[in-house]
């Protein structure tokens, strides 16, 4: 399976050796910044390639700017006579994913919440709610989602 979706639409511009070694390219591109390619469309000496960066564990993201030049990098070494119009889309982190216990602590201040109230109007137990306060307990994303969207009104 590539890792460029439909690169079959470049079979009539390349070999099948020049195919693998751009798939082969684009995979460590998948590896090490989780960057994904599509082709949407080939036409006369131009290429549309969609560029997505998806969620990386070192949290690093690259720019729209940083996804073009990369894609064209890509791209023209193996097709260097076609003009390559790239639709860059970064990662846009979830806004519960910034949700940390300082984050609980300091919204709780700002509204004025308690452990107690969190408690009563979400029905989960107070002592699993002091817990993901506290830090002693981790928290999964649906907790920090919960936590976003109780606070966060």
Request: aromatic share 8%; net charge positive; with cysteine.
């Amino acid at each position: 399976m590539s890792s460029i979706q439909n690169i079959n639409l470049l079979e009539p511009c390349l070999g099948t050796d020049k195919i693998m070694k751009l798939d082969k390219a684009a995979t460590r591109h998948q590896e090490q910044s989780n960057t994904n390619f599509n082709i949407r469309l080939v036409s006369d000496k131009t290429i549309e390639v969609e560029t997505a960066q998806g969620e990386t564990t070192s949290g690093k993201y690259a720019t729209e700017a940083t996804l073009i030049k990369r894609t064209e990098d890509l791209f023209r070494k193996h097709l260097p006579g076609y003009q390559i119009i790239v639709s860059p889309e970064t990662f846009q982190p979830s806004p519960a994913s910034l949700v940390n216990t300082a984050w609980i602590e300091k919204m709780m201040q700002q509204k004025g919440i308690r452990i107690k109230q969190i408690a009563f109007d979400t029905g989960i137990d107070r002592e699993s709610v002091s817990e993901w306060v506290t830090g002693k307990r981790s928290m999964s994303q649906i907790v920090k989602a919960l936590f976003y969207y109780y606070l966060s009104k």
